[in-house]
């Protein structure tokens, strides 16, 4: 994120907050983080760090093409490898997706511990970079 000179990073779906506040500790970018559940998100807007802002909402609804965000994560969110899950990652990135055409600016989406199967819905971006932490454990870094 340093590296790359990304500003604002968006966490869909940041639970408890621990990848916000590392980003906040560890990068130079403002951090956001969009959180459904009340408990995760009362939480997180508790503890997070100075540079980052919590949002209690659905990331289904976020108007992505509204937003200015230079990098997207996603860990997974959506665990099980369900037909259901897999429409709604197609219909989130499809969103994200949207944004390239308005603003053609480059933006990166980290896609934390995504099964095989579930990355099909990454197929429009670039794969950048994968790093592996064993089984099931990976990272994998697109680009726009």
């Known amino acids: 994120i340093n590296k790359k000179k990304i500003k604002n990073v ?14 906040a500790d560890n990068t130079n970018a403002n ?12 939480s997180a807007n508790k503890n997070k760090f100075t540079n980052v802002s919590i949002i209690h909402s659905d990331i289904l609804k976020v108007n992505y093409e ?8 996603l860990n997974d969110p ?4 369900t037909k259901k899950n897999l429409d709604i990652y197609k219909n989130l990135i499809k969103k994200i997706y949207k944004r ?8 990166y989406i980290f896609a934390i511990n ?7 819905v990454f197929s429009k971006f670039r794969l950048l970079k994968t790093i592996t932490a064993g089984p099931g454990r990976n990272i994998n870094i697109y680009c726009s």
């Not at 959506?78 to 490898?81: E, R, S, V």
């Open 10 to 23: 968006v966490e869909l779906g940041c639970g408890f907050g621990r990848i916000t506040n590392f980003l």
């Open 31 to 42: 951090i956001f983080g969009y959180e459904l559940d009340l408990e995760a998100f009362e």
């Open 66 to 73: 509204k937003n200015k965000f230079d990098a997207y994560i």
């Open 78 to 81: 959506f665990f099980q490898p």
């Open 100 to 107: 390239k055409k308005k603003y053609k600016k480059k933006y």
């Open 114 to 120: 995504f099964v095989k199967k579930k990355r099909i």
